[in-house]
Structures are given as C-alpha cells and as structure tokens.
C-alpha cells in the first residue's frame, strides 16, 4: 500500500534535503554529542527554518506558524529524524509543547512562549517522569503545596532530556488528593534559571544532555504559571502523548539506513547470508507498517477523533522497528570492510542508531505501558 501526500508535499522534501546538505555537516550525529559544535550547528539551523517558516509549519499563521497542512508537517518530522533530527531539543517545543499552549494556555501564555518557539530561539525539557514515577506517572510524589496566592513546589525528576540546556520546564506536580490518583495534578510552565532547582546530569551511551536528575526546592509558582486549570492537569498529560508519540518519525531513520546497505557493501551485498537478507526485507515490510501507522494517527489527530489506542498502536511499532532494524544493521555492518567507500558514515549512522534505540521502548512510556492502554482501548470498543 502506498500514501501519497501530493506535490507540494513531495517539493518540500527536495526543499528540507537541500536545505541539510547545505546547514548541516556530512557527519553529524546530532545535537547532543560531546562536542558543543553539534548544538550550535542544531540551533543555526532552527533558525534557518525558521526564517523560512518551516520550523513550525503547520502552526497557525496568528501563532507564528506557516498555516500547512499536518501532512507538510510530517514530511519535515520524517526528513529531521532521518538525518539525526538537526533540530536538536526544539523538536519538543514543536511538536507537543507549542500545540499544547494554543489549546489549554491563557492569551498571555500564547503570547509569551509560541513566538519564541516558532523562532527557534527556545528549548523546553519536560517535568514527568520521577524514581517512583515512571511508565506509571500518576504516581509521582513531587507536590505543589498552597503558600499565599501560589504554590512552594518541591520533589525530583529524573530522565529529563535537555535539562542542562533548556530555558523553560513543562512541569507536573501533585497539588491535591483525590480518589484516583490521576486527580489533583496541575500543569507549570516555569523557568530553568530560578535558582530553586538543580539539574545534575546523568552520564549514559547515548550521549550528554540527554538523562538528568531535577530537583525542585520549594520552587514558587503563581497562577500565572498554571497551564490550564489546577488539579486538571491529568487531561493536559494525555494530549501531551499523543502528540508526542507521533512526533518523532522513528521509521524514517530506520528506512533510510536499510534502505543504504546494499549500496555500502556493494558486490558482496548477494554473498550475505540469506538469512540476514530475509531480516533485512522484513525490516523495509516493517518500516512501510510504522509509516502507515502514524499516518492513521496524524489524520485522526488532526480531526480530534484519536484515542489512546491509537497512539499506542503506533508506538508499539516503530520502537520495537527501532531496535529490531538496529541488530539487523549492526549484523549488517559487521560485513562492511572499513576501506570501503561510505564506510565510516554507515558505520558511524548505524553505530548511533543501535546505542539511541535501546531506550526507545523505555522513553516516553513504556512498551507494556503501551500494549495496557492499546488493550484497554480494544477491550472498550468491543463493549
């Protein structure tokens, strides 16, 4: 089966591939390597998007945005993560952040955070997981507790990506008791810099910037921080999944390094095994499934009718692709002779992939997480 977005959608992918051989060097490997060349190079480039009003693209023109349809959106979602996302942490300002503040956040937030997002100029980290909060977030113990016309909030998160980076936190926190733990939790847009909170990094092999550990001291928030409204903060979390685990077009990556391996190994590509080349067919069968999966969640996204099974469908997929397509090509580039010519970008690409992919079935909820609220959601359309 084939999908296809249409011309304008196709010239934009030409316009993105350019505009990446131009901006960004033959090497890179993202933004969050050891090298600080890598995020200047990242945020040159945003702000080349968004010159051109492609950052954020399918933004309303009103928030800074270029009025595109999601299908243009998802084309520069594809071409960013197939070439190690030279974006760097703005994908998350763009893809969850940004949309979720046109529709929960005040006048004054809107007017405050979209702008400088859309100009690339910004990088938020997210406030969620925590030790005992993880795929199981409702359980979190960081607390929100009344002082005068706001709130002292104090507790650690952990996992944070871009912690050491970010100018701007999307926070939750506990500020009431309810009879089910999803009650009583509230949304805070706060700043990096308050000196209430502590960011240590946590050394990993994907990578700096990528796991911190955030502490909060009896941070002060005021209502002019709260996103949406107080102790209602549970709805906001769940827009902010679907958003995000459509966000980041895994597949796109994973087809175009399958999709180079037989140019690599040249010749010696049919003396592979053909067992290898059998996995290698059904990793390409697997990319067009995640591809179409997503596609299914952007459309029903973008007319308010997707579910929470939905979303998790999809991320079943890509991130079990994401580390099935790894092994396939580690076994792949064990064959790669290093004088050959393309070697040492494959082996570089491929060696990037497999180390990012092993936390994909971890990040942004976990699998099992996922395959419960895919049950659940078949088990109530069956009803």
Known sequence: MDFDMGKQAADLRVQLRDLIKAHVPEHFL?????????????????????????????W????????????????????????????????????WVGPIIMRHGTQE??????????????????????????????????????????????????????????????????????????????????????????????RCMMGPHHLNEVFFDSLRVTQADVLGTVDHGWSIVQDVMSFERVGIARYARCERLLAAA????????ESLPAELRGRWIRMLAHCRRARLLAYRVVARQSSGRITPGDASAYRIAVTKLDQDSAEVLMDIAAEVRHEDHCAAWFLGEVEDHWRYSQASTVSSGSIEMQRILLSRSMLAAVK
């Not at 060349?37 to 080349?48: G, P, S, Y």
Request: with cysteine; aromatic share 8%; hydrophobic share 40%.
């Open 30 to 58: 993202g933004a969050f390597t050891d090298d600080p060349a890598d995020l200047d190079t990242a945020q040159r480039f945003c702000r080349t998007l968004a010159e051109r009003n492609m950052l954020c693209l399918a």
């Open 60 to 95: 309303p023109e009103e928030f800074g945005g270029g009025g595109a349809s999601v299908w243009e959106q998802t084309v520069v979602r594809e071409e960013m993560w197939a070439h190690h996302e030279p974006r760097g942490a703005q994908y998350m300002g763009v893809n």
């Open 109 to 202: 937030q809107q007017r405050n955070h979209l702008p400088p997002i859309a100009a690339g100029e910004v990088i938020w980290c997210q406030g969620f997981s925590e030790p005992e909060a993880g795929s199981d977030l409702a359980s979190l113990r960081t607390t929100a507790r009344p002082d005068g016309d706001g709130w002292l909030v104090s507790g650690q998160k952990i996992w944070t990506s871009y912690a050491t980076m970010a100018q701007w936190c999307f926070l939750l926190a506990r500020t009431s008791r309810g009879e089910k733990k999803q009650q009583g939790l509230t949304i805070f847009l706060v700043r990096m810099d308050d000196p209430a909170i502590t960011v240590r990094p946590i």
């Open 262 to 269: 037989p140019a690599v190994l040249g010749e010696r590509w």
